[in-house]
């Protein structure tokens, strides 16, 4: 899991920005930089009334494109998702560590919740040994799931509110024994579980994490997760963390 | 070509604009991204004598035009730094600070001595942190307790010394009159401001300590003020901080009396901020027939 | 329908939103955009003994999400605001707080009397005007000279007393102490904090006193801090304000100790802003199960 | 000159933005209450980084719509100026006292400078006893100058380099000595002669002043230019004064 070969500031005009379901949005921009699965960007509107850019992962990127899924959860993203193409957009990146692909071998879960399934489709897409089984879990609307389906050999959609796929939570759908790798994203709740039942069971697990950020480089110590080995900051040592590693 | 070069405490910075402390590290992340050799100085993140993991809980906050952070100087310790991040930081071409935080005297009197046999340029004592539960506080607030400090630091610092103010002082000018007789060669400020931050949904304060510190756009037209306040009741040069986005703030602070000046929050607004800063520094002193920053330091 | 009615002072206040003075003016010019007896109170422009033409130069700078101003209480004159604008004022159905200040005991002492027999609720005793070069300011900073200012006040004060503190003090907690032992019935906080800005074209200040007082969102972290400091000093209620222009803002301040507040600067964000709060608030307590607002006051 | 019959604050749809020229923009919005000549409006986009709203005078109005033109000038304006048309946009107005139309008889000349122009279209159309003369001045670009043109007698263009129309300042070109009332607006130093030479000649003059703005209603005393009668606000007692009253 070594990081950041290459990253960088960049201003550059949007090339899409459109609305997916409810408040779900995609930003679509240029950068040369290829990155890793599980890795993220800092992202800020030039004429914001918000100081801080926000960290958004890859969710696809293909010929100097990413794409990036976002939920509208506040002023910030609110702000982002009313830009339009053209409007000239900030991005820093690609920063943090992402997903080791090439150690993924084995039978893998791929469990996402809720904008959490935004990092997943493009680690899916480049996990070359094996086709992983992927669930996806929703409240209602079940965005970009079809998007999945191509790379993956299972994909299980579940919803809170049985509108689509199967009812429940997605958690109740996994059977974690039947894996050698489990990776999630998704709220802290979700993580928790499964991070707790792969430690029981003693399967290999990794969660993408969320912290609030400020510098998104690893200097300011603002995003900092407790680990068995001390304080470990998300947006430089992860977001990508191993579940041997956290304390959970 | 207009000149950028000051002289400040006996170093030369090719520029004035010094990364401020806490914000920047050690220099090693920002370096990935630009040469931070091309900055006038760094200040290195506060330096404790032990280790200190910092604080639980949330330790950032958006405000408006602000940023609260509660970090609680999570640092290597005196130790690490100079066996190794100075090392680090001596690679590249700028003026290396070091920041020293303490809660007690003598937290700060076995830094310094550490500090005396390395490389560091000049020691920035930090007599403010707002993020510390037991004293490190106080020292910033009350000028006679200030006093007392910086006298018995001077006492035995071997290297040049700035001592860094606190916005919450009681009196900037006293604060400022009372490290300058105690000894002290140069005056930073400011910290960040004591504030708060409420989450109304869970009717408790977002951060553990209750209060964090303020800093960003919002408080420069109060940094302002304290770094013109400073400047008027010393002869010592001043590093003055808050809230510098833009040449045209940093230009503020050294017409008010700054001879150098501190660049935080805004690297996390555009990582390279500083690089457009000494550009557009040049360029406004140029368009202004301004030959040489010294000219303009102090003018208010 | 949560209960939004508080009591203040001994008044009722329909709900805990009151128009900042010298934000509002005699309440005239907005109650001709909206009916301003639907505000909880209305704070006057701060009033002096004689009238004042204010300051001269640049009385208003836009900072981020901040305002810094320089009116230098132009107001008519106590005589003036008892046979006029206290009439306008008193057409409204809302509580009426007169906010008077001051450079002399005397002028405080000779302004109460003269309000004693007025039909004012309240007296907002202002010591802390930051824009006034004599004496003002001097009232609002060290504690000792409040409180013996409060305290001759207090002895013939006819209505109930508020006195305004500023964030300039040395020490909110010790102000706000000494201000209610000396009599205080209430205090409210913040006012502007002294600021400074530079036209670095012209290399001059932008405010012919150097300094201004700043307002506004940029603010609201700090006033906040001062407020839940203010409120675990002393007994007494709190007024607190400084930066609010949402709900959201209210509530924060409600729960860190202040019974109402004041919104200044928003309304010249958005005209009728006060409005918006005011039914935002009652739709978040109801969101949130909560009766009555008075159950949050100061549960932080 | 009596002032406002009414005002409001409303949040409505942009319906043009366009690029007049170089820095010069114009804005149409919806809005049911019929201006004064000579009126302002306080106008902020919703999502714009800067606090307080700009004061922008009507430069025309019909069926309904309000045109605003103007000049960016610094970051609020260039921020105003990014706006297209659907994005919201803040209006409180119309604001001030006007030009008290049915008073002005006789020899009119109106001198705009530069930006100043802009309230001059909507007065100059509504002057209905005699055409009055117009001049404008304009450093290079001569913006919307031929919009004048059907309501004036005489149109005299003057660019101080001599581009378009005559060189020099537009002072030069006017003989206030044929006029039995002048009204200006445009840059201080422009305004602050033609005042100075009215008095002089002892000639019925009004000038529209401009003055830094917080409330735009009258409350808060930050806008305050000294008359004979004392400290007046521009906001709510002009824009538009005598020259009669001012000190200059
Ligand atoms: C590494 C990483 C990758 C992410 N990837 C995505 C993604 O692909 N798609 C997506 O929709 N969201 C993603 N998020 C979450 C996203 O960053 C937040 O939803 C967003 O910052 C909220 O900003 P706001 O202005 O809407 O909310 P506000 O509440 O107004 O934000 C206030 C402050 O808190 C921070 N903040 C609030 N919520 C979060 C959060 N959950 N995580 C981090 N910071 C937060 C904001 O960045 C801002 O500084 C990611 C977060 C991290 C840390
Ligand atoms: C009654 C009135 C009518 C006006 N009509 C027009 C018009 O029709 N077209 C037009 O282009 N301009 C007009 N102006 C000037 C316009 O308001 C300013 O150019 C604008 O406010 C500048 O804002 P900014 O954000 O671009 O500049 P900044 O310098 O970033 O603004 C900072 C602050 O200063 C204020 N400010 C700066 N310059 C001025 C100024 N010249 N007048 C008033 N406030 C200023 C701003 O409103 C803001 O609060 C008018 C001004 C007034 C007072
Ligand atoms: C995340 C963060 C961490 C900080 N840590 C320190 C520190 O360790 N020591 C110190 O003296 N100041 C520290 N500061 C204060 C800054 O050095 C600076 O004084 C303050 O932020 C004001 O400048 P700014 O507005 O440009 O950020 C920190 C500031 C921030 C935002
Ligand atoms: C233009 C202006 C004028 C003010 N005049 C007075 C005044 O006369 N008396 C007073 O006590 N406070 C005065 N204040 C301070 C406000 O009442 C309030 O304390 C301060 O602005 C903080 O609140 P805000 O951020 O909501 O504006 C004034 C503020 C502004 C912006
Ligand atoms: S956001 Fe600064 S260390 Fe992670
Ligand atoms: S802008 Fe407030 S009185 Fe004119």
Not at chain 1, 45 to 57: A, F, H, M, Q
Not at chain 1, 138 to 165: H, I, M, Q
Not at chain 2, 46 to 73: A, H, V, Y
């Amino acid at each position: 899991m070594e990081s950041n070969p290459m990253m960088k500031t960049s201003i550059t005009k949007i090339l899409e920005n459109n609305r997916i379901c409810e408040n779900i949005f995609e930003m679509v921009a240029a950068s040369d930089i290829k990155p890793l699965p599980g890795q993220f960007y800092m992202i800020k509107g030039l004429n914001g009334d918000y100081l801080l850019p926000r960290p958004i992962s890859v969710h696809d990127y293909q010929d100097g494109k990413i794409r990036l899924l976002y939920r509208v959860s506040g002023h910030g993203t609110n702000q982002i998702s009313r830009m339009k193409a053209d409007d000239e957009v900030q991005i820093l990146g690609p920063l943090g560590n992402g997903f080791d692909v090439e150690s993924l071998n084995g039978k893998i879960a791929i469990i996402g919740g809720g904008i959490g399934i935004a990092p997943l489709l493009y680690l899916v897409k480049n996990i070359e040994t094996q086709k992983p089984d992927v669930y996806l879990g929703y409240k209602d609307d079940t965005f970009c799931a079809d998007r999945f389906r191509p790379y993956c050999k299972e994909l299980t959609v579940v919803t809170e509110d049985g509108s689509t796929g199967q009812k429940g939570y997605v958690t109740d759908f996994v059977n974690i024994s039947d894996y050698d790798i489990v990776i999630t994203c998704g709220p802290d709740i979700m993580m928790e579980k499964i991070l707790r039942e792969c430690g029981e069971k003693n399967i290999e697990v990794y969660a993408s994490l969320e912290k609030r950020m400020a510098c998104g480089v690893g200097a300011c110590l603002g995003c900092i997760v407790n680990t068995k080995d001390g304080n470990k900051r998300v947006c430089k040592d992860g977001p990508v963390f191993s579940g041997r590693d956290l304390t959970v | 070509m207009a000149n950028l070069k000051v002289e400040f405490l006996g170093k030369v910075f090719k520029n004035p604009i010094v990364a401020a402390s806490g914000t920047f590290g050690f220099g090693e992340e920002y370096n990935e991204i630009y040469d931070v050799g091309l900055l006038g100085g760094i200040s290195s993140k506060g330096l404790t004598l032990n280790s200190k993991q910092g604080n639980e809980g949330i330790r950032l906050w958006e405000t408006p035009m602000g940023l609260m952070n509660s970090i609680g100087l999570q640092n290597p310790g005196l130790e690490s730094f100079i066996s190794r991040e100075i090392n680090i930081m001596k690679q590249y071409k700028t003026n290396l600070i070091a920041n020293l935080g303490g809660n007690t005297l003598d937290d700060y009197l076995n830094g310094v001595l550490l500090l005396n046999d390395s490389d560091v340029d000049i020691i920035e004592l930090n007599i403010s942190c707002p993020n510390i539960k037991a004293g490190g506080m106080a020292f910033g607030i009350k000028a006679d307790i200030a006093y007392a400090t910086v006298k018995a630091v001077r006492g035995i610092c071997g290297k040049p010394l700035m001592v860094k103010l606190s916005p919450n002082a009681e009196s900037i000018s006293e604060m400022a009159a009372a490290c300058e007789e105690a000894g002290a060669e140069a005056l930073s400020l400011i910290n960040t401001i004591n504030a708060m931050a409420i989450d109304i949904y869970a009717k408790k304060p977002v951060f553990n300590n209750y209060y964090a510190g303020l800093s960003g756009p919002a408080v420069k037209p109060i940094a302002l003020r304290m770094v013109h306040q400073a400047a008027k009741a010393v002869m010592i040069p001043i590093c003055g901080m808050g809230g510098i986005s833009s040449a045209r703030d940093a230009i503020e602070f050294i017409m008010a009396g700054a001879s150098i000046v501190q660049v935080g929050t805004a690297n996390f607004v555009k990582t390279d901020i500083c690089l457009d800063i000494i550009r557009d520094m040049e360029e406004f002193l140029h368009s202004q027939g301004i030959r040489d920053i010294n000219e303009i330091i102090g003018i208010i």
